[in-house]
């Protein structure tokens, strides 16, 4: 790559980087904007179903991708060839999956009507017609960031969370301020904004205009799934570890520390924006730059730990005024936050140092380092959280964010043979240049 092309590029990462950084702030306040005018208007009871709804079906589409997500991106950056015959395969697997989601979702209800608690049935339904365009909707939104369309993935994030907001201002001051106006208005809007994801990706490929043929669309259906189970695992455990904490002091401890433990929670996952914001790009770039991988991946991580840092020692402050806002009743929230900030400062720049595998093939030590830190979060969360509740919790998602991270340094220092210092460790001048490619993308 020559210096110009490496500087045009550089400067195109910072400017996905700052936009993308923007979407998610708009997506945080639609949905912070949707909780109050749903609660405030409609009741808190009603935002809890809308809330419950909108997990439970969001969480159905993302474990039902089975991994093709990331493996969508993985094959289209890594050789554009690949883009028809991955969205042939999105679409026929998109349609098949999510058809069969919605009908097991279906049978459940009817099965077992109280499985989903105080969930009315009828909006389960209604909500789960939805699944086949959510799912497509991912998986194309995933085909365009391997694509380097980064404009239009943030789009469509925008869009989605835009038209929930505009639903609700409809059915409220419009229609009958009811939740199944609310929920058959958000179907039909998820069912345009799918056919408008997948309009963009058919666009592209009328551009390109790539031929193939069955054969290698089934070859790169299996290299595909094969990628996708490794991911999926890597995708799933984190989800797990993440919320078991959770669930557990729900299950061991009184309502009330589960509440305070999920501010905390909440407020120290919100440290990782920036990681969660970075890491999308970065992924596509490893796969499409294989031997500059390695060097591309420590320099967004020096970076990334850098500015992760000023974040984190910002949040100390910001963790006692928590109980302020949310009352008496938080008082150790403060505690918690403290107690959970070292290990989601070393998660988030984990997220960053494993786009490196992730986008040259994911090798199966990254699963495995998953699996062994789910064991040891399991095991000291049942052994602590029914003696000592929410601190054991917080004590032990940090021991285990920690572990992560020392096994995939120290497997990508194996790999790459990098020093600490050029893995972690950002110049004076490295944040110079930054700051200047900065101030000309923003002004």
Known sequence: MTEI???????????????SFGTRFWVIACQIFLSLLVSRLMGAESWAILAALTVLIGTVVQFGA???TTANTFFVAQDNKNLNSVAHITLIFGLLAGCFLLILLVVLVQVKPDLFGNL?????????????CQLLLLLNQYILL???????FNLLDAISQTILVLNALIAIFFINKN????????????????FFGLFLVR????????ADNFQSKLKLFKQMIQYGVKSYITILIPFIIIRADLLLVNHYRQATETGVYAVASQFSLLLMMLP????????????QSQNESADLTCQVTRQTTFLTLIISLLAIPLSFALPMIYGETFKDVTILVLLLLPGVYLLGIESVVVQYFNGTGLPSQIPAFWVIVLIANLTLNLLFIPKYGAFAAAISSSICYGLIFVLVTAFFRHKTQSSMKTIFVVSAKELRELSNKIKKTVF
């Open 5 to 19: 092309s490496a500087q045009k590029s550089s400067k195109s990462f910072i400017h996905n980087i700052i936009w």
């Open 66 to 68: 089975f991994g093709l």
């Open 120 to 132: 009315p049935n009828k909006l389960v339904i209604i909500a789960s017609i939805s699944i086949p």
């Open 146 to 152: 391997g694509m380097n369309r980064v404009s239009q």
């Open 179 to 194: 939740l199944d106006s609310i929920v058959i208005l958000n179907l039909i809007g998820t069912v345009l904004l799918c």
């Open 203 to 210: 666009r592209i490929l009328s551009e390109v205009n790539l």
């Open 276 to 287: 969660w914001v970075i890491n999308p790009l970065l992924f596509p770039k490893v796969a």
